[in-house]
């Protein structure tokens, strides 16, 4: 069983247009993660959260938002499309204990 | 933020040889991990060192810790052609936020 799995894995839309990107994970982790990297293969943090807290990048536009329904999902919802959102979305989990990321296959969004 | 920074950015080498790449950071740590990701795929956790130690194996992998230079090396023996593929060193603070290098690219031709 995949312990990080996001869906769509490719994804290619419209300017302005509203996506969606799903994670779940299956390994009991207490914290999920949204990051970002770009074409020069940097990684930015965009969202770690827990149950308990949400910690927001504060360079990541308000068009981002993550929804967590449970504990071993962390959805990542971006509003109005831009070109500079292209890029590989990759969510992540980890036990905040033990500090181990674990990360899913990525999700590449291109805009039009 | 980028704290870590990695070097080289690129590395060829042949099969067999051994490869070492190196990570600065800059603000105190509670560990350093290394992360190994292949073309188009996730990352994948390599080895986590504690502040507290110096060096860690882990098969053909070995990572040193100096914290006083705020620096770490990655070496790996007797490279593969499968580890070819891009390094990354990720420092955790104390907010347990992990802080990220650019990488390195490795390629160990055949």
């Known amino acids: 069983d995949t312990a990080v799995s996001q869906t769509p894995k490719y994804l290619v839309t419209q300017m302005g247009n509203d996506k969606s990107i799903k994670c779940e994970q299956n390994?009991?982790?207490?914290?999920m993660y949204w990051y970002k990297q770009d074409s020069k293969k940097f990684l930015k943090i965009m969202f770690s959260y827990n149950n308990k807290e949400l910690i927001i990048n504060e360079t990541v536009p308000n068009r981002f938002s993550p929804k967590s329904p449970d504990k071993a999902h962390l959805n990542l919802h971006i509003n109005s499309l831009e070109l500079g959102d292209s890029a590989v979305y990759f969510c992540?989990?980890?036990?905040?204990?033990?500090?181990?990321?674990?990360f899913g296959e990525g999700s590449r969004l291109t805009v039009l | 933020s980028q704290q870590g920074e990695e070097d080289p950015q690129a590395l060829s080498i042949q099969e067999g040889e051994n490869a070492t790449m190196n990570c600065s950071y800059k603000?105190?740590?509670?560990?350093l991990q290394w992360y190994r990701q292949n073309s188009g795929r996730g990352l994948v956790h390599l080895i986590l060192i504690r502040s507290n130690e110096r060096e860690k194996h882990s098969g053909r992998l070995r990572v040193t810790l100096d914290t006083s230079k705020k620096s770490s090396s990655l070496l790996i023996t007797a490279s593969r052609a499968a580890d070819t593929a891009s390094y990354f060193c990720a420092t955790e603070g104390s907010n347990y936020q992990l802080i990220w290098g650019a990488g390195t690219k490795l390629i160990i031709k055949p």
């Open positions: 603000t105190s740590i509670n560990n």
């Open positions: 992540a989990s980890s036990q905040r204990s033990t500090g181990e990321l674990f």
């Open positions: 390994l009991g982790h207490d914290t």
